[in-house]
C-alpha cells in the first residue's frame, strides 16, 4: 500500500462510498475532542462514536470534553503515516471524584465519529488538573500511527 | 506565599501535607501531587504521558 495514501486517509482526501462522504470541500479541519470515561464505562475500539453515556462529570467538567489540538499535518517516515495532538489534552481546575480510565479522541465536526480510545490506570482529580501529554509525533510513538 | 486550588478555595501550600507519587509502566509515565489539610484531600492533580499509541495497519491484497 502506498505510504501516501495513508497519510491521505488522515486528510480525507479519498471517497469510496459517495453515500454519507463528509463534505471537505472548505480548507479547514476538522474540531477534534478528548473525552474522559468512568472505570465502568465500555469505551474500545468498538466504539463508533462520542456517548455521554458513563462519560465523568464533576466541578467544572464539560460533557464532551476539551477540544485537541492538531497544529501538525500528518506526516510519514519510511512507510508508517503518523500524527500527534501537538499540545497536551488539559482538564483545568476539575473535580472528578469517579475513578476514569479511558479517554475517547473524536471529531465532533463529523457527527461526533470515534477516533481512538486509549485505556490507562483508573485516577481521580480533587480541585486540580489532569494532563494528558503527548508522545513524540514519529512515527515509532505517535498517538495515531498507520504502519 | 504559594497558593495552589483547592475544594476549599485558594490555600498557602505551607499549611498543608504535599504527598506525590509516579508510574511507570509499558502503558503511561504518571506523577501525581496531592495535598491534604488534616486529614483531608483537598486538592489532587495527575500528569500522564501515554506510551502506547493506536496503530492501523493497512493491508494491500495481492492479485496473484
Excluded at chain 1, 104 to 132: D, E, P
Aim: charged share 10%.
Amino acid at each position: 500500500m502506498c505510504t501516501s495514501f495513508k497519510v491521505d486517509l488522515f486528510n480525507a482526501v479519498h471517497a469510496f462510498n459517495a453515500t454519507g462522504v463528509p463534505a471537505h470541500t472548505a480548507a479547514t479541519a476538522d474540531t477534534f475532542k478528548a473525552a474522559l470515561y468512568v472505570t465502568t464505562a465500555t469505551v474500545d475500539s468498538t466504539t463508533t462514536a462520542y456517548s455521554s453515556t458513563n462519560e465523568v462529570t464533576g466541578t467544572n467538567y464539560t460533557a464532551g470534553g476539551v477540544t485537541v489540538t492538531f497544529g501538525t499535518a500528518p506526516s510519514s517516515t519510511s512507510t508508517t503515516a503518523f500524527i500527534t495532538p501537538s499540545a497536551s489534552i488539559v482538564y483545568t481546575n476539575v473535580t472528578l471524584a469517579t475513578a476514569f480510565n479511558a479517554v475517547l479522541i473524536y471529531n465532533s465536526t463529523q457527527s461526533n465519529k470515534a477516533v481512538s480510545v486509549h485505556t490507562f490506570g483508573s485516577q481521580t482529580i480533587t480541585a486540580g488538573t489532569f494532563t494528558l501529554t503527548m508522545p513524540t509525533n514519529d512515527s515509532t510513538n505517535a498517538l495515531l500511527r498507520l504502519a | 506565599m504559594a497558593l495552589i486550588n483547592t475544594i476549599h478555595g485558594e490555600m498557602d501550600v505551607s499549611l498543608l501535607e504535599k504527598r506525590e507519587g509516579s508510574l511507570d509502566n509499558e502503558n503511561e509515565t504518571t506523577t501525581w501531587v496531592e495535598y491534604w489539610l488534616d486529614g483531608e484531600l483537598v486538592h489532587r492533580s495527575v500528569d500522564m504521558a501515554l506510551k502506547r499509541s493506536v496503530i492501523g495497519t493497512p493491508v494491500a491484497a495481492s492479485l496473484a
